[in-house]
């Protein structure tokens, strides 16, 4: 301990030393020194020149080397997506009337009619080959006009006079007229007991090779447009009228689309579904409607789409039709009605503009910040009002950040939607600088001794105490957030870096630029020059005993005689354990889960949309692609093993709600189709390609066709070529949180690791979400453990006193368990945005605590009155460093993002359990078992400052823990033994002793 005790003095005096020079050196320079942080600020930009963004999701808050992002480099080269869903949710009474319907077509056709730089939809759609080659078809005229419903089930679609070449092979025209004829919907075809259906598919296998080859491989492809208009095959005249009846029957009769030919369970488009006693569709709350759009390959991509989960580049093409999209839904939107769009640009835009819009309330808050800074550095006179200093320190600050963004930029490190906090955090603790150094230079100021210095000898005095403070707190903000470049999150460790860089920056701009101007400021007010015009000059200046009323002292005197209450100290430590037991009892509550939907303001269309989706999808879930690289036949008794084990996972009802393999289809089609009888039968190198191929081409297994990547070109009628990539669909339910969607994708991955089929991996956007939520925790407690420790180091190493250092750890650990206690009751859980704000929140609660220790140690007397003097002096800035940060975010809690919520709500508590752990709690423990042994000070020659004077030449000593007087320490009149002793409050922080010279 005795060792301590002489590092601490060593180290404390060696800083008291150098800033006392320092502040010497920049008072007397303030023009070199303003000049100099000029050019190096300039210099320091020039990484700017390197400055990129980075809004992708994986690349954000996954480790880099994550397998997600090594299948996403996969995807690149085999299964780039070039698609984009537009879902449309339609909402009525009940969707299943005529009246519903002719709405739905009603915005089907002002979506159709958008046109941009001269495409429409049918110009930029995902396209998918129609399954049913006998979908167009020619009658003679001859054959009776077409039924009506009522009795369309007579019509045949193979009687004597149909002509199936009527489109493809009309080489000679007949004398008779065609014409063309269509029924409203051939339940008989599409319905689910087709018997035509089956006779159609019989009458297909019995074609020509090259005549069936001829006719699938010039089939029309159509859009993907997905609704119950397709059922009428988007015919006007139908729609408009169709009947109830009619709409019942289609929906619960159909099984395979009169649009595509494919299969189809048109229920599962309605929400709100009302089933009669026989277990038929009667009505329906909701219906889907979907447009799916292809990015062309050759075209430019827009890169600044904001950020989001699922985030999906496109060119500016289809990001305009999306936002027509947009704007139609929603103006067509009526009570009775109700429309609600989601497109693919749909969720970045809102998380971002909500981001967006709401920052007027940070810049709200910056105000507020600014006008207290000027108020409080100042006096309330036109003389002096700091307004100018104000501005410098606001600009230093920046400065820093600038130097901040450009370094870290030099470095490699991307600029991420995170570092959108970043102004308020260098804000916060910039300005809790700011607040010290001033407060420090109107201690020394009250002390009559120096009213014969020069300003450059009390800028150092006022430096020596302010600059070791300032010292402390700022390495260990550098230190806490620089574990930060650890994080597996590139992210977070870019966000880490640049604050630390920052925080960094601002402090050298601050015991420079600042004092420098600090200076001049001081100048200005000797000369007498207006605080708001220069240029005007006070002749004999009087300020008003309002301006001259100093707040803070007064309520630190009385908050001083608090402090020696018994009462007061048990009270306080009672209050402490209280809202630590609660602290507590709310962080074992603490939910870990990101959920990407709360970064939506709540009044966003969006937001609606999911919430509609919820109450009337409730099972619709996640949907992942499964893949595999290179497969042959050789792999087929796996392929099979793997859908036998992802059906179980769906027979369990818990994770899968559906597998769509093309494996299963295949196995159907060869039963129908061919005349194996199991599987095993085509697994061998000749027959499998022959069957794949053929399966490719047939209704049965057309629409898997895009799901395989071959060597070469497919050709009908011919050996499917080797599969280079393939891949198929698995459908999750809906997850409420990382409890459930951790488990179920773990199954569908131990599957898939169990069968050791060609399949290897699983990918869906949203992994990426959920790899956060399983890295989020470890990733926070982790950050948070090693900051501790730096804080704990970097404390020891500067102050070199255990107790107090141990002391401030303690605070940091109640306060960050109040913290995310209290965050648990007000409804926050452990995602991305609350991870960094918990983070950021030690640097500022460690700054009110070190502060007040570091006072402590340097004021002398009892413990008492070492406490007492420590609040009285450092106390005042302490607040307003508080008070400051709480009064930049207030405006926050006006916000309807959660990004701002969560932001608000972490700092509001921040500044409220830090400053009453570092203001009342810490002076209270100090007062009863803090450090009792005073620092020390060794004879420093080279520390007195000589000074002219009026009534002679004086040779002057700064009053510090460094004095060369006989007693401990400086000649401090607060702690001088006499019956008449004012209170510590009425006295000077520093006390001048005088030399006589001789």
Request: charged content about 20%; proline content about 3%.
């Given at each position: 301990?005795?060792?301590?005790?002489?590092?601490?003095h060593?180290v404390?005096?060696?800083?008291?030393r150098?800033?006392?020079?320092?502040?010497?050196f920049?008072?007397?320079?303030p023009?070199?020194?303003?000049?100099?942080?000029?050019?190096?600020?300039?210099v320091?930009?020039?990484?700017?020149?390197?400055f990129?963004?980075?809004?992708h999701?994986?690349?954000?808050?996954?480790?880099?080397?994550?397998?997600?992002?090594?299948?996403e480099?996969w995807?690149e080269?085999?299964f780039?997506k070039?698609?984009?869903?537009?879902v449309?949710?339609?909402?009525?009474?009940?969707?299943?009337?005529?009246?519903?319907?002719?709405?739905?077509?009603?915005?089907?056709k002002?979506?159709?009619?958008?046109?941009?730089?001269?495409?429409?939809?049918?110009?930029?759609c995902?396209?998918?080959?129609?399954a049913?080659?006998?979908?167009?078809?020619?009658?003679?005229?001859r054959?009776?006009?077409?039924?009506?419903?009522?009795?369309?089930?007579?019509?045949?679609?193979?009687?004597?006079?149909?002509?199936?070449?009527?489109?493809e092979?009309?080489?000679?025209?007949?004398?008779?007229?065609?014409?063309?004829?269509?029924?409203?919907i051939?339940?008989?075809?599409?319905g689910?007991?087709?018997v035509?259906?089956?006779?159609a598919?019989?009458?297909?296998?019995?074609?020509?090779d090259?005549?069936?080859?001829?006719?699938?491989?010039?089939?029309?492809?159509?859009?993907?447009?997905t609704?119950?208009?397709e059922?009428?095959?988007?015919?006007?005249?139908?729609?408009?009228?169709?009947?109830?009846?009619?709409?019942?029957?289609?929906?619960?009769?159909?099984?395979?689309s009169?649009w595509?030919?494919?299969?189809?369970?048109?229920?599962?488009?309605?929400?709100?579904?009302?089933?009669?006693?026989?277990?038929?569709?009667?009505?329906?709350?909701?219906a889907?409607?979907?447009?799916?759009?292809?990015?062309?390959?050759?075209?430019?991509?827009?890169?600044?789409?904001?950020?989001?989960?699922?985030?999906?580049?496109?060119?500016?093409?289809?990001?305009?039709?999306?936002?027509?999209?947009?704007?139609?839904?929603?103006?067509?939107?009526?009570?009775?009605a109700?429309a609600?769009p989601?497109?693919?640009k749909?969720f970045?835009?809102?998380s971002?503009?909500?981001?967006?819009?709401?920052?007027?309330?940070?810049?709200?808050?910056?105000?507020?910040?600014?006008?207290?800074t000027?108020v409080?550095?100042g006096?309330?006179n036109?003389?002096?009002?700091r307004?100018?200093?104000?501005?410098?320190?606001?600009v230093?600050i920046?400065?820093?950040?600038?130097i901040a963004?450009?370094?870290?930029?030099?470095l490699?490190?991307?600029?991420?939607?995170?570092?959108?906090?970043l102004?308020?955090?260098?804000?916060?603790?910039?300005?809790?600088?700011?607040?010290?150094i001033?407060?420090?230079?109107?201690?020394?100021?009250?002390?009559?001794?120096?009213?014969?210095l020069?300003?450059?000898?009390?800028?150092?005095?006022?430096?020596?105490?302010?600059?070791?403070?300032?010292?402390?707190?700022?390495?260990?903000?550098?230190f806490?957030?620089g574990?930060?470049?650890?994080?597996?999150?590139p992210g977070?460790?870019?966000?880490?870096?640049?604050?630390?860089?920052?925080l960094?920056?601002i402090?050298?701009?601050?015991?420079?630029?600042?004092?420098?101007w600090?200076?001049?400021?001081?100048?200005r007010?000797?000369?007498g020059r207006?605080?708001?015009?220069?240029c005007?000059v006070?002749?004999?200046?009087?300020?008003?005993?309002?301006?001259?009323?100093?707040?803070?002292?007064?309520?630190?005197?009385y908050?001083?005689?608090?402090?020696?209450?018994?009462?007061?100290?048990?009270?306080?430590?009672?209050?402490?354990v209280?809202?630590l037991?609660?602290?507590?009892?709310?962080?074992?509550?603490?939910?870990?889960k990101f959920?990407?939907?709360?970064?939506?303001?709540?009044?966003?269309?969006l937001?609606?949309w999911?919430?509609v989706?919820?109450?009337?999808?409730?099972?619709?879930?996640?949907?992942?692609?499964?893949?595999?690289?290179?497969?042959?036949?050789?792999?087929?008794?796996?392929?099979?093993?793997?859908?036998?084990?992802?059906?179980?996972?769906?027979?369990?009802?818990?994770t899968l709600?559906?597998?769509d393999?093309?494996?299963?289809?295949?196995?159907?089609?060869a039963?129908?189709?061919?005349?194996y009888?199991?599987?095993?039968?085509?697994?061998?190198?000749?027959?499998?390609?022959?069957?794949?191929?053929?399966?490719?081409?047939?209704?049965?297994?057309?629409?898997?066709k895009?799901?395989?990547?071959?060597?070469?070109?497919?050709?009908?009628?011919?050996?499917a070529?080797a599969?280079?990539?393939?891949k198929?669909?698995?459908?999750y339910?809906?997850?409420?949180?990382?409890?459930?969607?951790?488990?179920?994708?773990?199954?569908?991955?131990?599957?898939?690791e169990?069968?050791?089929?060609?399949?290897?991996?699983?990918?869906?956007?949203?992994?990426?979400?959920?790899?956060?939520?399983?890295?989020i925790g470890?990733?926070?407690w982790?950050?948070?453990?090693?900051?501790?420790?730096?804080?704990?180091?970097?404390?020891?190493?500067?102050?070199?006193?255990?107790?107090?250092?141990?002391?401030?750890?303690?605070?940091?650990?109640f306060?960050?368990?109040?913290?995310?206690g209290f965050?648990?009751?007000?409804?926050?859980?452990i995602d991305?945005?609350?991870?960094v704000?918990?983070?950021?929140?030690?640097?500022l609660?460690?700054?009110?605590?070190?502060?007040?220790?570091?006072?402590?140690?340097?004021a002398?007397?009892?413990?008492?009155e070492?406490?007492?003097?420590?609040i009285?002096?450092?106390?005042?800035?302490?607040?307003?460093?508080g008070?400051?940060?709480?009064?930049?975010?207030?405006?926050?809690?006006?916000?309807s993002?959660?990004?701002?919520?969560?932001?608000?709500k972490?700092?509001?508590?921040?500044?409220?359990?830090?400053?009453?752990?570092?203001?009342?709690l810490f002076?209270?423990?100090?007062?009863m078992?803090?450090?009792?042994?005073?620092?020390?000070?060794?004879?420093?020659a080279?520390?007195?400052?000589?000074?002219?004077?009026?009534?002679?030449s004086?040779?002057?000593?700064?009053?510090?823990?460094?004095?060369s007087?006989?007693?401990?320490?400086h000649?401090?009149?607060?702690?001088?033994?006499?019956?008449?002793?004012?209170?510590?409050?009425?006295?000077?922080?520093?006390?001048?002793?005088?030399?006589t010279?001789?």
């Open positions: 301990m005795v060792l301590l005790k002489k590092a601490s060593i404390i005096e060696s800083l008291e150098f800033f006392l020079w320092w502040g010497k920049v008072a007397t320079h023009y070199p020194v303003i000049c100099t942080c000029i050019i190096i600020t300039a320091s930009s020039l990484g700017f020149m390197k990129r963004m980075e809004h999701a994986n690349l954000l808050w996954i480790p880099a080397n994550s397998q997600y992002n090594v299948n480099e995807l080269t085999y780039n070039k698609e984009r869903d537009q449309l949710l339609f909402k009525s009474e009940n969707v299943l009337t005529p009246e519903a319907l002719n709405k739905m077509f009603d915005i089907y002002r979506i159709e009619a958008i046109n941009v730089d001269g495409k429409s939809f049918e110009n930029i995902a396209t998918v080959p129609i049913d080659i006998f979908q167009t078809k020619k009658r003679k005229k054959q009776a006009d077409l039924e009506d419903d009522s009795n369309s089930e007579n019509v045949s679609y193979y009687d004597d006079a149909y002509d199936f070449w009527a489109d092979y009309n080489e000679y025209e007949e004398d008779t007229e065609i014409i063309t004829t269509a029924e409203r051939n339940f008989n075809k599409y689910n007991k087709s035509n259906n089956k006779e598919l019989d009458t297909v296998a019995s074609l020509p090259n005549i069936y080859c001829d006719l699938v491989t010039t089939l029309n492809e159509k859009c993907i447009l609704n119950l208009l059922i009428w095959r988007y015919n006007e005249d139908y729609i408009r009228t169709v009947t109830q009846q009619e709409i019942i029957d289609a929906v619960n009769i159909l099984t395979r009169p595509f030919g494919y299969d189809v369970d048109y229920s599962k488009f309605l929400g709100g579904i009302e089933r009669n006693s026989s277990g038929h569709i009667i009505s329906a709350r909701t889907q409607m979907i447009w799916k759009l292809r990015i062309p390959d050759d075209v430019e991509i827009v890169d600044s789409q904001g950020s989001g989960l699922e985030l999906e580049l496109a060119d500016k093409t289809t990001l305009d039709w999306e936002e027509e999209f947009i704007q139609i839904v929603q103006n067509m939107s009526t009570p009775d109700i609600l989601h497109a693919a749909s970045g835009d809102i971002s503009d909500a981001i967006f819009f709401d920052a007027y309330l940070m810049a709200g808050g910056y105000l507020l910040m600014f006008i207290y000027i409080m550095l006096k309330l036109t003389l002096e009002v307004l100018f200093l104000s501005i410098s320190g606001i230093s920046f400065m820093g950040l600038g963004l450009s370094i870290s930029s030099l490699g490190f991307p600029y991420t939607p995170m570092h959108a906090i102004p308020f955090l260098c804000l916060g603790i910039g300005i809790d600088d700011m607040f010290v001033v407060q420090c230079w109107t201690n020394m100021k009250r002390d009559p001794t120096s009213l014969g020069s300003i450059a000898d009390r800028m150092g005095i006022a430096l020596k105490h302010a600059g070791v403070s300032v010292t402390v707190t700022s390495l260990t903000d550098v806490a957030f574990v930060g470049a650890v994080s597996q999150m977070l460790e870019s966000f880490c870096v640049c604050t630390a860089i920052g960094g920056s402090y050298l701009l601050q015991v420079s630029w600042f004092v420098a600090m200076t001049l400021d001081e100048e007010v000797e000369s207006d605080g708001l015009l220069p005007i006070h002749r004999d200046h009087q300020p008003s005993a309002c301006s001259n009323f100093d707040i803070g002292a007064v309520v630190m005197k908050y001083a005689k608090l402090l020696s209450s018994t009462i007061f100290k048990v009270i306080t430590v009672i209050v402490t209280i809202l037991g609660f602290g507590a009892w709310g962080w074992t509550g603490m939910k870990q959920d990407p939907v709360l970064l939506l303001p709540s009044e966003s269309y937001r609606e999911i919430r989706q919820k109450e009337y999808y409730p099972d619709n879930g996640w949907s992942a692609d499964v893949y595999s690289g290179e497969l042959s036949y050789k792999d087929l008794g796996k392929i099979n093993d793997l859908i036998d084990g992802l059906t179980n996972l769906k027979v369990d009802g818990k709600r559906d597998v393999s093309w494996w299963t289809k295949l196995k159907a089609y039963d129908d189709k061919t005349k009888t199991s599987w095993q039968q085509f697994a061998n190198e000749k027959d499998f390609p022959v069957v794949l191929s053929d399966f490719l081409f047939s209704s049965y297994g057309s629409k898997y895009p799901h395989f990547k071959f060597e070469k070109e497919l050709v009908c009628n011919k050996g070529p599969i280079k990539a393939s198929f669909q698995i459908h339910y809906a997850f409420s949180g990382p409890e459930t969607h951790i488990p179920a994708r773990s199954a569908v991955t131990q599957v898939i169990t069968v050791k089929s060609p399949y290897t991996f699983s990918h869906c956007k949203v992994y990426a979400a959920w790899e956060t939520d399983e890295i470890y990733e926070l982790r950050n948070v453990g090693l900051a501790m420790i730096c804080v704990f180091v970097v404390t020891l190493l500067l102050l070199c006193n255990i107790p107090i250092c141990i002391m401030v750890i303690l605070l940091v650990v306060t960050l368990t109040d913290i995310v965050l648990h009751f007000w409804g926050i859980t991305i945005i609350s991870c704000n918990i983070v950021l929140a030690i640097g609660c460690v700054d009110y605590s070190v502060h007040i220790g570091h006072a402590f140690l340097i002398k007397g009892t413990r008492q070492k406490a007492i003097e420590a009285a002096t450092i106390g005042p800035a302490v607040f307003n460093g008070l400051t940060t709480f009064l930049a975010l207030v405006l926050c809690s006006f916000s993002s959660h990004v701002f919520i969560t932001f608000f972490v700092f509001a508590l921040t500044v409220i359990f830090g400053l009453f752990h570092g203001l009342v002076p209270v423990v100090l007062s078992i803090g450090p009792v042994y005073n620092l020390e000070p060794a004879s420093l080279d520390s007195t400052l000589t000074i002219s004077s009026v009534s002679g004086s040779k002057i000593s700064p009053g510090s823990s460094a004095s007087s006989p007693k401990e320490g000649n401090n009149s607060a702690f001088i033994e006499s019956e008449n002793k004012p209170h510590i409050l009425d006295q000077h922080w520093v006390t001048i002793q005088n030399e010279t001789t």
